[in-house]
């Protein structure tokens, strides 16, 4: 995932996602009374998740942790941005109120990065998985017809480049074996209808192409233009599921 100038359609889908979780984050947020201390937002990217959290609460301070520093760079200020690996946290033991991954998870090495977290938190510090797809649990209405197996062969893409597909249904088993107490489980994704003809539907689905193309490059343009015309039709309904998961550090 790393490359050398992030680009603007890359930027726009992290932006749209991180819109699509916002109420997830903030009451995850509110949940754990951050308003003050230090939250690390681990694999940050540009930002997108935490930055406008940050500007809201000028007692907190976020620092974004990033492998790549092209999409660092074009994280906002508020941001303390760190370039640094998930795996090895350039931060010291228990100096932390609290570590938040959002759709970072499944680009790592959990068991690595979840240890790590857990060293950085203070003893009463939250850890925040804002949210983790399932690619396994994908659901489309009408189904686009790429061929049957449209979902498997987009989680074999993820799963080349050393991503995990189903990380959404792990992250109990993840943070579970990791010694710290799970408070909360839920899901960060509502279902999406696309009504026939609307505009900003078509443009909705053109960021989400740009993900699943790709991971997806053989058949995701096929299976962009079978939703285009379902979009035409009588159009589209999509869910895919996308879980958060709150734990504290005893
Ligand atoms: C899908 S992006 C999500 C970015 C951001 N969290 C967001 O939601 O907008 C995953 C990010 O994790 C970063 N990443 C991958 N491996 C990493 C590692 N070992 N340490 C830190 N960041 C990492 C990637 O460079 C990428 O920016």
Request: charge should be positive; hydrophobic fraction near 40%; glycine fraction near 10%.
């Amino acid at each position: 995932m790393t490359q050398a100038t992030p680009p603007e359609d890359w930027l726009a889908y992290l932006a749209w996602r991180a819109e699509q979780t916002r109420r997830t984050c903030r009451y995850l947020f509110r949940r754990c009374g951050l308003s003050r201390g230090i939250l690390v937002d681990v694999g940050c990217g540009a930002g997108h998740a935490a930055a406008p959290y940050a500007a809201l609460h000028p007692g907190l301070r976020v620092i974004g942790v990033e492998i790549d520093p092209a999409i660092l760079s074009r994280a906002p200020d508020e941001l303390g941005a760190v370039v640094g690996d998930a795996c090895r946290l350039p931060l010291v033991e228990a100096s932390v109120d609290a570590v938040m991954f959002h759709f970072t998870l499944m680009w790592l090495a959990p068991d690595k990065a979840l240890r790590e977290a857990r060293r950085v938190l203070k003893p009463g510090g939250h850890l925040l998985c804002c949210a983790e797809p399932d690619y396994g649990g994908m659901i489309h209405e009408p189904d686009p017809g790429v061929d049957r197996s449209m979902s498997s062969r987009l989680m074999r893409g993820i799963e080349r480049v050393g991503g995990d597909p189903l990380c959404g249904r792990r992250l109990t088993g993840l943070v579970g074996d990791n010694g710290l107490r799970i408070l909360e489980v839920g899901s960060a994704a509502r279902p999406r209808h696309y009504p026939p003809g609307d505009a900003d539907a078509a443009d909705e689905l053109e960021r989400v192409f740009v993900f699943r193309t790709l991971f997806h490059p053989r058949s995701g343009p096929k299976w962009r233009r079978r939703v285009r015309s379902a979009l035409k039709a009588g159009g589209y309904f999509e869910y895919l599921p996308v879980f958060y998961l709150l734990a504290r550090r005893d």
